[in-house]
């Protein structure tokens, strides 16, 4: 099987309201691949219910062919969410080591070592995860996410905030993860992200897709047009009165 994540039929409601209406898409093994669209367009309850965090009103949503299970070994997942969520009273390097220790890391430590070495924080090993700042925390949680070389990544909003040259360092990290066969769902506003990384991409309004397919294949449909000039045109206009 060469999906590794396939979403059959979905739709989500909340009380009256409908937020994913029949959603279809897969994720192929190995490739990178784009959740876009604006906030409220269904993104992360699409993740949400994908992790087993909702319970889909109907329709399917696989890892590896089956209901995600956390306890099935058969396929590592790693989940960045928007929300970052850390133990801010600890120490980073304990941080680390406590999750590294959970995901069965044979050496913990050192690794976090080499990862805060590169990413510019290994003089902060010692420092309570409170005493970082936001982007620096992200680090720390984007190295959490990541030790375990997951099969399957999902990252949601992984550089929000970030200056270019530390979006520049994430992407390179997580192109390397790429590279050793790790699959990756990414929800990014920066559509220069996009081009760049994502071999495919689903671009949703209102809990229904309008643009699916290889990014060269959705630029064609949309008469030669940039991700941004599309995503400009789906959603623009929405704001005026």
Request: hydrophobic share 35%; with cysteine.
């Amino acid at each position: 099987m060469d999906k590794i994540v396939e979403v059959k039929n979905f739709k989500m409601t909340f009380g009256n309201k409908t937020v994913i209406k029949d959603l279809s898409f897969d994720v192929k093994k190995g490739e990178i691949f784009g959740l876009l669209g604006s906030n409220g367009s269904g993104k992360t309850t699409t993740l949400r219910a994908l992790l087993g965090f909702y319970e889909p009103t109907s329709g399917e949503l696989l890892i590896n062919g089956k209901k995600y299970d956390p306890e099935d070994t058969s396929v590592t997942v790693g989940y960045l969410p928007e929300e970052r969520g850390l133990y801010r009273k600890e120490s980073v390097i304990d941080t680390m080591v406590y999750f590294g220790e959970l995901k069965g890391l044979k050496n913990p430590r050192e690794w976090s070592m080499k990862y805060l070495k590169r990413v510019k924080l290994e003089d902060k090993a010692n420092l309570k995860l409170e005493k970082l700042s936001g982007g620096q925390q992200q680090k720390i949680q984007l190295g959490i996410t990541i030790m375990n070389e997951p099969k399957l990544l999902i990252l949601d909003e992984p550089t929000k905030g970030f200056d270019p040259v530390n979006r520049r360092l994430l992407m390179h990290i997580i192109d390397e993860l790429h590279q050793k066969g790790s699959a990756i769902i990414m929800i990014t506003h920066y559509m220069d992200e996009v081009e760049k990384l994502c071999d495919r991409a689903i671009l949703l309004k209102d809990g229904v897709a309008r643009a699916y397919g290889k990014i060269s294949d959705i630029k064609k449909e949309f008469g030669g047009k940039s991700l941004d000039q599309i995503f400009v045109e789906v959603y623009g206009g929405e704001d005026e009165e």
